[in-house]
């Protein structure tokens, strides 16, 4: 007996919104990168479900590659915090207005 | 009652979805950004599990290694790094901005679980018996054999990430009106 897939793509869809509203309500730049990371794997879930729902491996190697992808952006991204750490003395995002209009 | 007839992977399921779901909310809600990042490591490992019972046991290995292991630790590293007391009390999201998220984010969920519902026929045509489609043998035919040149475009991406955090992390640290007494 094993848990259908709507299971999963639903306990996917409450992570990801979860992390939408990290994002949204959250100031701390560090703590936004975390939210996104939370949006990340519940994509990556998402695709494990259908790609065991349709025993398909091309989905897991995309679920690799994604992750991939979220290692490099997190190590550019928690370089450019630190970088405006350093400057600002601060990782709140309202800090960090220079290109808003 | 046999062992058998005992739906563990259901028990399993459910235990972990509502840790994943209880770490997941503490990343949000939690002021000190070191228990968001713990939480998020808890988070991470539950959906390892959820790997494993998807079938994903090569996923699931790379879910604790990469994320738990070497994201995590960066996230951590970064955190101690930074002058954590003066974060934490940092200046909260207003009221309005916050209230607007949570409507944004249910505005959001409701959205997924309708896209859910029109598209349940398509879940009627699984379970294709195919065991031993998420083994290590058959994600690395998959790999290299249709996905090569895109393995081998991760390796360039990771190592231009890599220079280029390090480029960041220096050139700001280097310039003459850094506020650090010395380099």
Redesign the interface.
Known sequence: ???????????A??????????V?????A??I???I??ML?AV??TL??Y????????A??F???V??????????G??????????R????V?DVNLLKW | MSLEAL?L??IV?VIT?AV??VA??L??LHRN?VV??VA?IV??AC?AV??L????P??AA??VI??AG??MV??LF??M???LK??LH????GAF??V???F???A??SL??LA?RRS?ST?A??E???AG??TVE??A???FR??LV?FEL?SV??L???V???V??R???ETPD???PSA
């Open positions: 007996m094993r848990p259908p897939t709507e299971w999963y793509l639903a306990i869809a409450l992570l990801f919104t979860i992390g939408v509203v990290g949204l309500a959250r100031r701390n560090i703590v990168f975390m939210s990371e939370l794997n990556n879930l494990v479900a790609a065991d729902s349709f025993g398909a491996s091309d897991q190697v679920v690799f590659f992750m991939a992808v979220a290692a490099a952006e997190a190590a550019v928690l370089a450019i915090i630190l970088a405006i750490f350093r400057r003395r601060s990782t709140s309202d | 739906p992977e259901m399921f979805a994943a779901a997941a909310l990343v949000v950004p968001n990042a998020l988070n991470l959906l959820f790997f019972l998807l079938r994903a090569f996923l790379v879910q990469v994320y070497a994201i960066l996230f970064v955190i790094l930074l002058d003066a974060e940092p200046p909260r999201a901005q916050r607007m998220a949570v944004a984010g249910a959001f969920l997924m679980v859910m349940r879940f045509m699984k294709v018996a195919d489609h998420g058959r994600v035919e998959e790999m249709n996905h895109s991760a991406l990771l231009v990430a890599m280029g955090a390090l960041i992390a050139a700001f640290a850094s506020q650090e």
